[in-house]
């Protein structure tokens, strides 16, 4: 079924260590986004690439990064994870960058301890 | 402060019963869109308005976008159990590139 893959699913992780969320659509859509969700604060942007070998800021960048090699895949990596970054991420991609629907993937849970 | 406020937070309402859920700020947007997201899931669009005053209807459930822009209603009729699931609305502010999400109503339809 075409969409948007993401892994792990679900992970728990040492505060400090370093990890990588992987995410790949198979729509070709041009551009991809990294979201977190929160209990109350709703979804909220961490980066976004409007077009392969492109990335930007989202609402809440820091202590993230992401790469955009190719048109199908956008890792968002935690370089140190700390606690606060225990969240549901959602990588979503979309036909263009400024206009039309987000396509998500299931998510991954994230728990740092 | 979230550019997007969603009221009520949480609804849990008896089957048949009908509901309207509140999105509000004070910016423009040029386009608001609602999703539902369900339980394990991401969340899924249910439409997208784009023009002040626009009423668009999807089965049992009219989405309403305010005449200024910068606000909209979800109104669902006769509420059926599987209508349970969190509602999101989400805007592009006037000039901004990206998209953000409301705070989101968790609605619960009892049978």
């Known amino acids: 079924i075409a969409g948007i893959t993401q892994a792990p699913t679900s992970q728990i992780l040492a505060a400090g260590r370093r990890m990588t969320l992987r995410c790949t659509q198979d729509?070709?859509?041009?551009?991809m986004y990294w979201y977190r969700q929160d209990l109350g604060l709703g979804l909220r942007l961490i980066h976004y690439?409007?077009?392969?070998?492109?990335?930007g800021k989202g609402e809440v960048p820091d202590g993230y990064s992401v790469s955009r090699a190719n048109t199908d895949d956008f890792p968002l990596t935690l370089a140190s994870a700390v606690p606060s970054q225990t969240s549901v991420y959602f990588c979503?991609?979309?036909?263009?960058?400024?206009?039309?629907?987000?396509?998500f993937g299931e998510g991954s849970r994230l728990t740092v301890l | 402060t979230q550019l997007l406020e969603q009221s009520p937070q949480f609804l849990s309402i008896q089957e048949g019963e009908n509901l309207t859920v509140y999105c509000n700020s004070s910016?423009?947007?040029?386009?608001l869109q609602w999703y539902r997201q369900e339980p394990g899931e991401g969340p899924v669009l249910l439409v997208t308005v784009v023009t002040g005053g626009e009423v668009k209807k999807l089965k049992r459930l009219t989405f309403q976008f305010g005449d200024a822009r910068k606000d909209s209603s979800l109104h669902i009729t006769a509420a059926q159990p599987g209508d349970t699931g969190l509602y999101l609305c989400?805007?592009?502010?006037?000039?901004?590139?990206?998209?953000?999400f409301g705070t989101g109503t968790r609605l619960t339809v009892i049978p």
């Open positions: 690439s409007n077009t392969a070998g492109t990335t």
């Open positions: 729509m070709r859509h041009n551009a």
């Open positions: 910016s423009v947007f040029s386009s």
């Open positions: 989400a805007g592009e502010p006037t000039g901004a590139n990206n998209l953000f």
């Open positions: 979503a991609s979309s036909p263009r960058w400024d206009t039309g629907e987000l396509f």
